[in-house]
């Protein structure tokens, strides 16, 4: 189990989180089925492949708590085992300042934004007119076929892999597909750059 939170550190079979903060998990799976559960917060939420899920929770107890995955998976499922790890505020604080200094999920994501291509259409003035993705995450987004969808970051996902199959009104499907092209990482990454609030 891999984690890259927004505010946080890049962290395997762990979790930090503070205490007294609301956290909310974006999570996918690169492999198979799996199912986050830490039974002492009695929360499940089943991860897919090709998918994003999400998951609220307050943590109200400092200490070390157990994190599972509850959906045989594969032949190393019995190893699929982590902890969540819950801090006083400042000491969390201390701790993410503390870690490596390397981009930040939103920083990769502008550095992928612009070697992708995606800055020649996606900001203002550019020569092919494309819908700004400022502001784009929990937007209601009106669709060339007549519908409507907020848009959140499965939106995105099929936005870059599949941008034929959800058109913004006003506008031509020129888009190519990124398929093959962006690894599941990436696409995390352009997601928390468009959550950043810094896409054009």
């Known amino acids: 189990m891999e984690a890259a939170a927004r505010r946080g550190r890049r962290e395997i079979n762990e979790l930090h989180v503070p205490l007294g903060q609301p956290v909310r998990l974006v999570m996918t799976a690169q492999d198979a089925i799996h199912s986050f559960f830490v039974p002492a917060f009695r929360l499940k939420q089943d991860v897919l492949p090709g998918r994003y899920t999400s998951l609220w929770f307050t943590p109200t107890q400092l200490g070390e708590f157990q994190l599972f995955c509850a959906e045989y998976?594969?032949?190393?499922?019995?190893?699929?085992?982590?902890?969540?790890?819950?801090?006083?505020?400042?000491?969390?604080?201390?701790?993410?300042?503390?870690?490596?200094?390397?981009?930040?999920?939103?920083?990769?994501?502008?550095?992928?934004?612009?070697?992708?291509?995606?800055?020649?259409?996606?900001?203002?003035?550019?020569?092919?007119?494309?819908?700004?993705?400022?502001?784009?995450?929990?937007?209601?987004?009106?669709?060339?076929?007549?519908?409507?969808?907020?848009?959140d970051e499965t939106y995105i996902r099929d936005s870059i892999l599949l941008p034929k199959k959800d058109v913004v009104a006003g506008f031509v499907p020129v888009m190519p597909s990124f398929a093959g092209q962006v690894s599941e990482e990436d696409i995390q990454a352009l997601i928390a750059f468009i959550r950043s609030g810094a896409a054009p």
């Open 73 to 151: 998976c594969g032949s190393e499922h019995s190893q699929m085992i982590g902890r969540i790890v819950v801090m006083p505020a400042a000491e969390y604080a201390k701790w993410v300042s503390s870690g490596p200094t390397e981009p930040s999920l939103a920083q990769y994501g502008f550095a992928r934004f612009r070697e992708l291509g995606c800055s020649g259409c996606h900001t203002p003035g550019s020569s092919v007119n494309a819908p700004s993705l400022r502001g784009l995450l929990g937007r209601e987004v009106h669709l060339s076929d007549g519908r409507s969808l907020v848009a």
